[in-house]
């Protein structure tokens, strides 16, 4: 409940200071989450609350999808058997801080996933020039590198792990995720363990949408709705299953969005080791 308040309160100060267009649409909400139902002792209705949100159309979501999000993996030095594939999926901690320091140099103010999918579903505003950090799998290192630097900056972030390795070495703990959902951080699902949705038959569904979502969900004490594709990758044909089994939006890679499920598809792209600010801020300017 902390988190909603916060949430609530930022939302509130952007309504206040911005004056762009989309601030303007004060029926934008900025929770989608049920208000809580106050118990009445009476048979009398209760007075009316503020207008429901009103999703926008899938062509509306898509044209707001222009928010660059990011995605990273590991947070660590390269080791001397790491390929050259696994070394565009290393970030080494001097990289990464510099990196988020360009972000916030360059003006980019990096905003909550809900928020994101608030403003993508619903049309609630985000602040100027907003960006989203992602980091998926589960390594130890979001909770050792990323979590601490995130902290300093003051950057929500929003972390998809594969509840197989949950509590293993080397990988992030049923506690650490919920030290950082208490820290303000997304927490989402990975499936169970990191399967392409496209491949999936069967019992399979559920082993990797509906049980590592009420696995997370238990952890962490409150529903998790958010969901990042393994590999990025997705089909037409897995979206209802990913719809049916309770996420709200979906994350992949660098496919187009889906035209009818933009919601489902949203765009990112893995930042490499190799880029320096600069080169991440024209890239974000340049991709989305
Ligand atoms: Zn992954």
């Known amino acids: ?20 267009p989309a601030a303007e649409r004060t029926s934008a909400p900025r929770s989608t989450r049920p208000p809580t139902a106050t118990p009445s ?10 207008a429901p949100p009103t999703p926008g159309t899938a062509a509306e979501v898509l044209a707001r999808s222009t928010v660059p999000v990011l995605c990273f993996h590991q947070l660590r030095e390269f080791r001397a058997d790491d390929g050259a594939y696994a070394r565009t999926m290393i970030t080494p901690p001097a990289t990464f801080r ?3 320091e360009a972000l916030r140099d360059g003006g980019r103010t990096p905003v909550g996933a809900p928020q994101l999918v608030d403003h993508l579903q619903f049309g609630a505003p985000l602040p100027e020039r907003p960006v989203l950090l992602t980091f998926d799998d589960g390594s130890v290192t979001h909770h050792s590198v990323a979590l601490p630097l995130l902290r300093e900056l003051g950057f929500p972030a929003a972390f998809f ?11 992030l703990s049923a506690d650490q995720l919920r030290e950082m959902d208490a820290a303000g951080m997304t927490i989402g699902a990975h499936t169970w363990d990191h399967q392409r949705v496209d491949r999936l038959a069967g019992d399979q569904w559920v082993e990797q949408l509906d049980r590592p979502r009420a696995e997370l969900g238990e952890i962490l004490g409150h529903p998790v709705d958010l969901l990042a594709y393994p590999h990025g990758v997705w089909s037409p044909e897995a979206l209802p299953r990913v719809e049916a089994a309770g996420y709200r939006a ?6 187009p969005q889906d035209p ?29």
Not at 161 to 171: F, N, R, S
Not at 250 to 255: H, K, N, R, V
Not at 260 to 277: E, H, Q, V
Request: with cysteine; charged share 15%.
């Open 250 to 255: 979906a994350f992949q890679l660098s496919d």
């Open 1 to 20: 409940m902390r988190r909603r308040t916060l949430l609530a309160a930022a939302g509130a100060a952007l309504l206040g200071a911005c004056s762009s």
């Open 41 to 50: 002792t009476t048979a009398e209705p209760l007075p009316p609350t503020s």
């Open 161 to 171: 792990p594969m509840t197989v390795v949950l509590g293993k070495a080397d990988w």
């Open 98 to 100: 510099a990196q988020l």
């Open 260 to 288: 009818a499920a933009p919601l489902l598809t949203i765009r990112r792209i893995m930042p490499p080791p190799t880029w320096d600010g600069p080169t991440l801020l024209a890239q974000l300017d340049g991709s989305f």
